[in-house]
């Protein structure tokens, strides 16, 4: 393939893995926010470690697609940034729907427990009031910013995660 065939086949392949990072994303939030306490928290634990698991067994698939081209460490890590991307979009969109429409008033108990939490804490108390004034002068945070908040963070976690997942599938010798 030329580099970019190569290029285009990447950004499909990313969208094409991407849908299903997306859908295992949205699962590990569904039990973030349906199950209080014990069962969810664990299940939900157990998915967050499981994210990098599942972003490295993509690159693999990725690589077995691109094999014999001239496939190295860049366009691995574009693959792996660009699969978090696609996937955090579904992410971004299931948050949409549940903060605006399922549950509009979660962020707000969130930052209600976050600052009872806080305040609990000795010599946080300067803190905690910043804060507080901060959320009265800014106000909460809206559906639409934490959706796009969710974008941004999974793309700096592609980047991130994307470095050693590039290196350690780059690496990987071809079964020959």
Same mark, same amino acid.
């Given at each position: 393939?030329? /580099?970019?065939?190569?290029?285009?086949?990447?950004?499909?392949?990313?969208?094409?893995?991407?849908?299903?990072?997306?859908? =295992?994303?949205?699962? &590990?939030?569904?039990?973030?926010?349906?199950?209080?306490?014990?069962?969810?928290?664990?299940? $939900?634990?157990?998915?967050?470690?499981?994210? !990098?698991?599942?972003?490295? &067994?993509?690159?693999?698939?990725?690589?077995?697609?691109?094999?014999?081209?001239? *496939?190295?460490?860049?366009?691995?890590?574009? =693959?792996?940034?660009?699969?978090?991307? =696609?996937? $955090?979009?579904?992410?971004?969109?299931?948050?949409?729907?549940?903060?605006?429409?399922?549950?509009?008033?979660?962020?707000?108990?969130?930052?209600?427990?976050?600052? $009872?939490?806080? $305040? %609990? #804490? &000795?010599?946080?108390?300067?803190?905690?009031? %910043?804060?507080?004034?901060?959320?009265?002068?800014?106000?909460? !945070?809206? *559906?639409?910013?934490?959706?796009?908040?969710?974008?941004? #963070?999974?793309? =700096?976690?592609?980047? #991130?995660?994307?470095?050693?997942?590039?290196?350690?599938?780059?690496?990987?010798?071809? /079964?020959?």
């Amino acid at each position: 393939m030329e /580099k970019y065939e190569l290029r285009m086949f990447t950004n499909r392949q990313a969208m094409y893995y991407g849908l299903f990072f997306g859908l =295992f994303l949205v699962l &590990k939030f569904v039990f973030e926010v349906a199950f209080d306490g014990g069962a969810g928290a664990f299940i $939900s634990g157990v998915l967050t470690i499981m994210v !990098p698991v599942f972003a490295y &067994k993509c690159a693999v698939l990725f690589k077995r697609k691109v094999e014999g081209s001239e *496939a190295g460490f860049g366009l691995f890590l574009r =693959f792996t940034i660009y699969l978090f991307f =696609f996937g $955090s979009m579904f992410l971004a969109v299931a948050q949409f729907v549940y903060y605006q429409y399922i549950n509009p008033d979660y962020i707000q108990q969130q930052l209600d427990l976050l600052l $009872s939490t806080a $305040s %609990q #804490i &000795k010599g946080a108390e300067a803190q905690v009031e %910043q804060f507080k004034a901060l959320i009265a002068e800014a106000g909460t !945070p809206t *559906a639409s910013m934490v959706a796009v908040q969710t974008i941004w #963070i999974f793309i =700096f976690l592609g980047l #991130i995660l994307g470095l050693p997942i590039a290196a350690i599938v780059n690496k990987i010798k071809e /079964k020959g």
